[in-house]
């Protein structure tokens, strides 16, 4: 493993190893501290020279200082981890399922914490919730039994599923589909709107529209939906997609 440039065996490892903040899924805290004793604690730890004294402020933790870690709840617990990771003000933010467990709205301000952490910083972030991942992240490393098989960015994941335009008109699904079958589309039919591949969906569209319009169809709706993440995941990982994977990468074992 390296960090910074340092692997695991060099003499100043520790000293790298102290610039990653990591907040791990279970926050593992000592439940008889105070939060403001628990980062006091986590500043002598990591024998920080400049902590971010103002963290906990800015994580909302200022009315909970005097409380015990054990009385928080459970968004405010991962709030006080991500506090205590961003303490020694770190080059490298580690996450693993920071939002695992929460309920919508703590997850959402999590989400915001970690948006706000992330930047100026280079940020892993480990998780199952897709949606989470494609409105924090850059680029993602899909794993798939214990491979990698995609280290891409999301960018680049887009341009290889093409866009759809999502049409609805009065009348039905159906024959709207029909239409476009005589026109040499494939259309799909999900939730009563008609959903069609096509290249360039932005400049196909209007004359598409145009077209159905003219053939007397009441066509009430147009809409471009790119390919969301998780999108993107179940077709890389049933072998629909390809993408870029750095050499060595796919092999077992640590990396």
């Given at each position: 493993v390296f960090v910074l440039g340092d692997a695991s065996g060099d003499e100043t490892f520790l000293g790298k190893k102290r610039r990653v903040g990591i907040v791990p899924q279970q926050p593992g805290m000592y439940e008889h501290l105070t939060v403001r004793d628990y980062l006091a604690l986590v500043r002598e730890l990591y024998d920080a020279k400049a902590p971010d004294d103002d963290v906990a402020e800015k994580l909302g933790l200022h009315e909970v200082l005097d409380r015990k870690t054990s009385a928080l709840s459970g968004g405010m617990q991962r709030r006080l981890a991500l506090a205590a990771a961003l303490l020694p003000r770190p080059d490298i933010l580690v996450l693993d399922e920071?939002?695992?467990?929460?309920?919508?709205?703590?997850?959402?301000?999590?989400?915001?914490?970690?948006?706000?952490?992330?930047?100026?910083?280079?940020?892993?972030?480990?998780?199952?919730?897709?949606?989470?991942?494609?409105?924090?992240?850059?680029?993602?490393?899909?794993?798939?039994?214990?491979?990698?098989?995609?280290?891409?960015?999301?960018?680049?994941?887009?341009?290889?599923?093409?866009?759809?335009?999502?049409?609805?008109?009065?009348?039905?699904?159906?024959?709207?589909a029909d239409a476009l079958?005589?026109?040499?589309?494939?259309?799909?039919?999900?939730?009563?709107?008609?959903?069609?591949?096509?290249?360039?969906?932005?400049?196909?569209?209007?004359?598409?529209?145009?077209?159905?319009?003219?053939?007397?169809?009441?066509?009430?709706?147009?809409?471009?939906?790119?390919?969301?993440?998780?999108?993107?995941?179940?077709?890389?990982v049933d072998g629909e997609a390809s993408a870029s994977v750095p050499p060595g990468a796919a092999k077992e074992g640590p990396s």
């Open positions: 920071p939002s695992a467990g929460l309920d919508p709205v703590a997850s959402r301000q999590m989400i915001a914490c970690v948006k706000e952490a992330s930047a100026g910083r280079t940020t892993l972030l480990c998780t199952h919730n897709l949606e989470e991942a494609e409105e924090l992240c850059e680029s993602v490393i899909i794993l798939r039994s214990g491979k990698v098989v995609v280290h891409a960015s999301i960018a680049e994941l887009r341009e290889k599923v093409a866009a759809r335009v999502v049409l609805r008109a009065h009348g039905g699904a159906e024959p709207l079958r005589k026109r040499g589309h494939t259309p799909q039919i999900e939730d009563g709107e008609v959903r069609l591949a096509v290249a360039n969906a932005e400049k196909a569209a209007p004359g598409l529209l145009r077209e159905l319009l003219a053939d007397g169809f009441e066509v009430y709706e147009c809409r471009i939906v790119r390919a969301s993440l998780e999108d993107l995941f179940f077709r890389v």
